[in-house]
């Protein structure tokens, strides 16, 4: 499994964030920022990226504030919908965000 490590502290903002995080995933132009974009892409595989699963990516350096509330929130959105593809197609999209302190 490919694992992509991220610096959460090099981060001044969401926006600079989501911007790194679509390089790494090879987003597509067009690929928005918000969470059900990166769920539509890393999960359901719309065609907006073009690195394919199985994949983790960890964050570490988080210490609370915004940015640790989105990617909290984006991972725990990535498992919700990978549950539902296992419950809907019997299949399992292994992408893993990782948080780390």
Same mark, same amino acid.
């Given at each position: 499994m490919?694992? &992509?490590e991220m610096d959460g502290a090099?981060?001044?903002s969401i926006?600079?964030?989501c911007e790194d995080l679509k390089t790494e995933i090879r987003a597509l132009p067009g690929h928005g920022a918000s &969470?059900?974009?990166f769920v539509d892409s890393? &999960?359901?595989a719309?065609?907006?990226s073009e690195l394919a699963p199985p994949y983790m990516i960890r964050v570490r350096g988080l210490h609370g504030g915004p940015l640790a509330e989105f990617v909290k929130d984006l991972?725990?959105?990535l498992?919700?919908?990978r549950m539902e593809v296992r419950n809907r197609r019997a299949e399992d999209v292994e992408v893993i965000l990782s948080l780390r302190r």
């Open positions: 490919r694992t &992509i090099a981060y001044a926006k600079a964030f &969470i059900e974009a890393m &999960i359901w719309n065609g907006m991972s725990n959105a498992g919700q919908a």
